[in-house]
């Protein structure tokens, strides 16, 4: 899922930026979650830390965009902001506050579709921030912080994340893959684990968001050594 932020002070406009971010990424079979701000000072009161995407608005009252984006940066230094403007002249100003991109008004759904296109690339090409799944009729986007765990059911993959469970067309040795490299360990032929998520462990099970899973014998050592490694790289 893509959490997207709108930070603008016209309805009018707010109403069209949700109306083509759904276009947009229905079109593409991306779930997103967009959430609207009347201005820049609202916006940071509620900021939340999962944020993907920021549509800001430059002039608006109160907090204008480029001070909410240069107060943003001082707690998120990777977040993606598209400044959305009619003073094209301010937009160089978003070097400042590393801005990805800007999008004029009025508003085109060809421009703004042309500006997604690019961060959507930018966001696949950071596979520390989104795993692109397939599932059967759509593609989503998954951080992997939201994986506590990855299950085979059968010939099924099931991702269990903090606030769904959800399959996917992808297998467990793509995933495993994938996710080489980030706090992923497989405990059993049919289990990958974020060791985030890991509360309690013994030499036969794990207890994982509350859930005991196995460990095999099969898998013990190659899996103890990673959590081990893990945890002493965290203290």
Do not use: W
Not at 42 to 71: K, N
């Amino acid at each position: 899922m893509i959490r997207i932020a709108i930070v603008e002070n016209e309805p009018q406009d707010t109403n069209q930026l949700k109306a083509f971010c759904k276009r947009y990424f229905d079109s593409r079979g991306v779930e997103i979650c967009v959430s609207c701000f009347e201005n820049g000072k609202v916006f940071l009161e509620h900021y939340s830390p999962e944020t993907d995407l920021v549509l800001m608005d430059i002039v608006m009252p109160e907090c204008d965009g480029l001070e909410a984006s240069r107060r943003l940066r001082e707690i998120d230094s990777k977040v993606m902001i598209i400044f959305i403007t009619t003073m094209v002249q301010a937009v160089f100003k978003g070097y400042e506050v590393n801005a990805f991109d800007f999008v004029t008004k009025p508003l085109m759904y060809a421009n703004l579709s042309a500006t997604l296109d690019r961060a959507m690339k930018r966001l696949e090409e950071h596979t520390e921030a989104f795993l692109k799944v397939e599932f059967s009729k759509h593609t989503r986007y998954v951080s992997p912080d939201d994986i506590l765990y990855i299950e085979t059911e059968g010939k099924k993959t099931l991702l269990h994340l903090k606030d769904e469970q959800c399959y996917c067309g992808d297998s467990m040795k793509s995933l495993e893959a994938r996710l080489a490299g980030q706090p992923f360990a497989r405990c059993h032929e049919a289990f990958i684990i974020n060791l985030n998520y890991v509360s309690r462990f013994t030499q036969t099970s794990v207890i994982v968001g509350g859930t005991e899973l196995p460990v095999s014998r099969g898998r013990r050592d190659a899996f103890m050594n990673a959590l081990t490694n893990h945890i002493g790289s965290v203290l």
